[in-house]
Nanobody, 116 residues
Framework: QVQLVESGGGLVQAGGSLRLSCAAS????????MGWYRQAPGKKRELVAN???????NYADSAKGRFTISRDNAKNTVYLQMNSLKPEDTAVYYC??????????WGQGTQVTVSS
């Protein structure tokens, strides 16, 4: 099994930046896709960005041009660099991995709050 530990959330003013990190351990050889989702109060969880083992990436429209996802395979860690943050980016951000057997694993979530 894969275990995930997230870090890097916090409180930031609008226009500021944060970097989220998610370190994977356990059956890391089985990881295919690593990604970040978020869930704001009263809203559904949504994809922010993901990155495949090939390095290919996908971004939500709301994240394009502001957020960058990257992956350090040597450290089994995925990062989300978030710039030009807006109050509407406020949410709990969750790390997610998909394994080669199509299992989905979630992190515990980290709060990101952007003040106006």
């Amino acid at each position: 099994q894969v275990q995930l530990v997230e870090s890097g959330g916090g409180l930031v003013q609008a226009g500021g930046s944060l970097r989220l990190s998610c370190a994977a351990s356990g059956s890391i050889f089985s990881i295919n896709v690593m990604g970040w989702y978020r869930q704001a109060p009263g809203k559904k969880r949504e994809l922010v960005a993901n990155i495949f083992s090939t390095g290919s990436t996908n971004y939500a429209d709301s994240a394009k041009g502001r957020f960058t996802i990257s992956r350090d395979n040597a450290k089994n860690t995925v990062y989300l660099q978030m710039n030009s943050l807006k109050p509407e980016d406020t949410a709990v951000y969750y790390c997610n991995v998909l394994t080669t057997s199509s299992s989905s694993v979630w992190g515990q979530g980290t709060q990101v709050t952007v003040s106006s």
